[in-house]
């Protein structure tokens, strides 16, 4: 009974990191939503 | 295996929630502390993604005892000639960083940004002017007197810049989309979308395209993607409008901008010096409009003199440097931003010893 929570405590924690990873990726990489624009391009 | 009238998926989802509000939680936590440290900036190569994280870094640099030296400047002392030429460390070759080793009794705080002009620089001074900085750097381009920045809409680059600013020289009567509203409160709210904005600003650096560009030509051999030949003629496209241009009449936006700028470092006494950034007469030779450029750079060195006055705070340095300091028009290698440096060095210095004994610089 102890393991089989002990399973579960651990699936919620990964599922809960895997949540965190995709909101700090999601917030990275979308597409910028803001303004800035920069000039400085090499050819 | 129902128990609370939850089933086992209900009970594992709302778990996994609160681990993620946690993690949400703790991360803001350290960035809180984190955003304290002036080296934390460096980790995404001082990118000012937000007016937040401006006032954040800031901040954090004022915790110090030192005497502030504070830059501005553009694409020239962000440094990113050196970053498109892949130059190893270039962050500690940047012309702030020589700075920053050559006066080691202050404390060199770099707000420079890409693309820069006239109008961010006095927006910037709004935000920063409360630092009571012992010196300022001011950096000048001959991008940022290009046509397309005379118009007033757009002569700031990050628009970000005049919000919560009063009486703005500009009104850019910009309507704030319901992205923007979201990205305002998030950035508030959220340390970790406030410095996510800036990674991804050094990660895509300069801009998303070109980051992919330099990733493709990691993997793919050289020649498939432009030819040596592209690069001059590619170069020569994007820089001939900053260079080609008619004549300033003198109310163009961007030597008004320099004009309340002047002013307003004029009342509060602010000690600094101006400098027109060396140009690589070799290129821009083949693409100027030879006679409005004169003339423009006469306008532009005139709105910085102080007639009457023996000390000018402006040294014209677009002559300074022969072709082989540059990589392209005007970015400057390594070994000619330590040049720079040591003469921006020399005259800081000198400027505040003066003033130490008791020679007043206004």
């Given at each position: 009974m102890l393991k089989l929570q002990w399973n579960e405590n651990l699936k919620a924690a990964l599922l809960g990191l895997a949540f965190f990873l995709l909101i700090v990726l999601l917030f990275v990489f979308a597409q910028d939503l803001s303004s800035s624009k920069f000039i400085y391009v090499d050819f | 295996m129902k128990k609370t009238g939850l089933t086992v998926e209900t009970k594992l989802f709302l778990k996994a929630v609160f681990v993620c509000l946690l993690l949400l939680i703790i991360t803001d936590l350290v960035l809180w502390g984190a955003?304290?440290?002036?080296?934390?900036?460096?980790?995404?190569?001082?990118?000012?993604?937000?007016r937040e994280v401006l006032l954040d870094m800031l901040g954090a640099y004022s915790r110090g005892s030192k005497p502030i030296v504070l830059i501005f400047g553009d694409s020239v002392l962000y440094g990113s000639g050196m970053h498109a030429h892949q130059v190893p460390r270039w962050q500690e070759q940047t012309i702030s960083a020589f700075l920053s080793r050559k006066l080691p009794d202050f404390t060199v705080v770099d707000i420079s940004m890409d693309g820069a002009l006239p109008l961010d620089y006095w927006a910037l001074y709004q935000v920063s002017k409360h630092l009571k900085p012992a010196f300022i750097i001011f950096e000048f381009n001959y991008r940022m007197f290009a046509q397309k920045y005379w118009n007033s809409g757009q002569a700031i680059s990050r628009p970000w810049l005049l919000e919560k600013t009063a009486d703005p020289p500009v009104d850019l009567k910009t309507i704030p989309t319901a992205a923007d509203r979201i990205t305002g409160v998030l950035r508030k709210g959220s340390l970790l979308f406030r410095y996510s904005e800036c990674a991804r600003n050094a990660i895509f650096f300069p801009s998303r395209e070109e980051a992919f560009n330099q990733w493709l030509r990691r993997l793919l051999p050289a020649k498939s993607i432009r030819e040596p030949e592209d690069k001059d003629v590619l170069l020569q496209l994007k820089i001939k409008p900053y260079y080609f241009t008619t004549e300033m009449q003198g109310d163009e936006t961007p030597l008004q901008a320099i004009r309340l700028l002047l002013k307003e470092l004029g009342e509060q006494k602010q000690p600094f010096l101006a400098f027109f950034t060396p140009q690589n007469a070799d290129v821009i030779k083949e693409i100027y409009n030879e006679d409005a450029f004169n003339k423009n750079m006469q306008k532009i060195n005139a709105s910085f003199q102080r007639p009457g006055r023996s000390h000018q705070n402006y040294v014209d340095w677009s002559a300074l440097y022969p072709s082989q300091a540059f990589y392209d028009h005007c970015h400057l290698t390594p070994a000619y931003n330590e040049q720079l440096a040591q003469a921006l060095a020399d005259k800081i210095l000198s400027e505040t010893r003066g003033r130490n004994a008791q020679t007043p610089v206004e």
């Open positions: - | 955003k304290t440290k002036p080296g934390f900036y460096s980790l995404f190569n001082r990118q000012i993604a937000s």
